[in-house]
């Protein structure tokens, strides 16, 4: 063999890491649009991101579709909520991209729950006969900001540790977002402030990291339990402790049943408000920011305006 193809052979195993080139950017998917804008922060120009679900989808309920399998089957690292969140589709969806770079377990599979502070661990037995209940505690630790700093640096180490050539910039978009988040906070904490140790109602037990976060408390849920809807007599009940309690503010997700909320709130003499609790939720949110500065406006105004209830 001569020198220039022992040279050109050896330049090309230099370039190549675990079968992907190095100048190729990572192919990321996330489970929510949330997981997939940290994603895109922290990898910036080296990375391709798609979340598998939007907004107005309830992430516990998503259809397993070929188009999923699909989008996911070329995916260099998959990123998940953990959990359980998603228990009942993504094990389907990965399984069937027949991509082992991203099972559970393998190099590109990040649980995004790992390092966070996991709220409402079941003790004992769980019994599903009290609903939609998650034996690993409340996956919904996306509503807390301060948890997505977790997120950002959790990913900033597994892309440094598949593109290691960029690792210098995965860690200083990590670190410039989780800067950003601490200022934003200011601000969040700072509005919802006068509010603390007030009472909000909400649709699904999923605003318990917002709540905690914020000073709030959650005073009572739509659901009957959790993942099952309510009655009319549950309904008639959490009105009139709502009123007692002069609670007056029920939040709900897009995928929610709207009119239910509504009619709650119109019973407790309060205010119903449509409250994304992930990106793309509703129109003005976009991206990580504009949605808490979304979540954290809207509610401010929910409650000065229920101020006596």
């Not at 509503?143 to 959790?154: F, I």
């Not at 906070?185 to 109602?201: C, D, N, T």
């Not at 009940?237 to 509504?262: F, I, S």
Request: glycine share 10%.
């Amino acid at each position: 063999m001569n020198k220039i193809l022992k040279s050109g052979l050896a330049a090309i195993a230099v370039i190549v890491l675990g079968g992907r080139p190095a100048w190729a950017k990572l192919k990321v998917c996330a489970s929510l649009p949330d997981l997939a804008d940290i994603a895109q922060v922290v990898g910036g120009d080296q990375v391709d991101v798609v979340s598998l679900t939007n907004g107005a989808q309830d992430p516990h309920f998503v259809p397993a579709k070929p188009s999923l399998m699909r989008a996911v089957r070329d995916a260099d690292v998959y990123v998940a909520v953990g959990l359980e969140l998603e228990v009942g589709w993504l094990p389907v969806v990965l399984q069937g991209s027949r991509n082992p770079k991203i099972q559970p377990g393998a190099p590109g599979f990040v649980d995004a729950s790992q390092g966070v502070e996991v709220l409402e661990k079941p003790t004992g037995t769980v019994d599903r006969a009290e609903g939609d209940v998650h034996p690993m505690g409340n996956p919904h630790f996306y509503t807390d900001p301060e948890n997505l700093k977790v997120v950002a640096d959790q990913l900033a180490g597994k892309f440094s540790e598949l593109d290691p050539a960029h690792a210098e910039a995965f860690r200083a978009n990590a670190k410039e977002f989780d800067g950003r988040i601490d200022k934003a906070m200011e601000g969040w904490e700072a509005k919802l402030a006068p509010f603390k140790g007030r009472g909000v109602v909400t649709y699904h037990k999923n605003l318990i990291y917002f709540t905690k976060r914020f000073g709030l408390t959650d005073f009572g849920y739509v659901e009957n339990r959790p993942g099952i809807p309510p009655s009319a007599r549950h309904l008639a009940e959490l009105a009139q402790k709502m009123r007692e309690a002069k609670v007056g503010v029920v939040l709900y997700q897009p995928y929610h049943d709207a009119e239910d909320c509504q009619r709650l709130a119109k019973e407790a003499g309060g205010t119903a408000l449509l409250f994304p609790t992930e990106a793309g939720g509703v129109a003005a949110v976009t991206d990580i920011f504009s949605h808490f500065d979304y979540m954290v406006d809207s509610l401010a105004k929910a409650l000065a305006e229920n101020n006596g209830n």
